[in-house]
């Protein structure tokens, strides 16, 4: 009996180390699973849109449409898959990053381009929409992969229902 209850115990310790390990790596999925060198590229890259994306409020406000056009270009430009990374780096983003992941961050970098296209012939109604696709982007990228850092998106704020 005494020899059934060891083995028993080892098999629910094994089994519960291999949960441990599977919740482990399940939690370091996505951008958490990325090595700390591309994580840091990425937090580089959404610092710098952070301040761009304020910047196009101002250059906005005082109609500066080539400094908007500036702007956007440097944010389509950004983007981390473009830039001069390893094939070892290219492969983890690609085998890392889930494909809608990468789906938002090239919608994302195309509303960028768009916008800078609308800032150049000085279509101000496109420029405030492709502005507001950019916004939409951002928080619709947030919302999906990193609520672990924005934890607002996991309040009951954001789980309201719009209604009419």
Do not use: P, W
């Amino acid at each position: 009996m005494k020899h059934i209850f060891i083995k028993l115990l080892l098999s629910i310790t094994l089994v519960c180390a291999m949960s441990s390990a599977y919740a482990d790596a399940a939690n370091k999925q996505g951008v958490e699973g990325l090595s700390t060198e591309l994580r840091t590229l990425l937090q580089k890259e959404m610092i710098a849109v952070d301040a761009a994306m304020k910047d196009i409020i101002s250059a906005n406000a005082t109609g500066d449409t080539q400094k908007i056009s500036l702007i956007a270009k440097q944010i389509k430009d950004s983007f981390i898959l473009k830039q001069n990374l390893s094939s070892d780096q290219k492969h983890e983003l690609h085998t890392t990053l889930s494909s809608d992941f990468i789906k938002q961050d090239q919608d994302f970098h195309y509303y960028a381009g768009m916008l800078e296209h609308a800032a150049e012939n000085n279509k101000s109604e496109l420029i405030g929409f492709y502005y507001s696709r950019l916004f939409d982007a951002c928080s619709n990228c947030h919302r999906t992969h990193a609520k672990y850092k924005f934890q607002y998106f996991g309040s009951a704020i954001t789980e309201m229902k719009h209604e009419h």
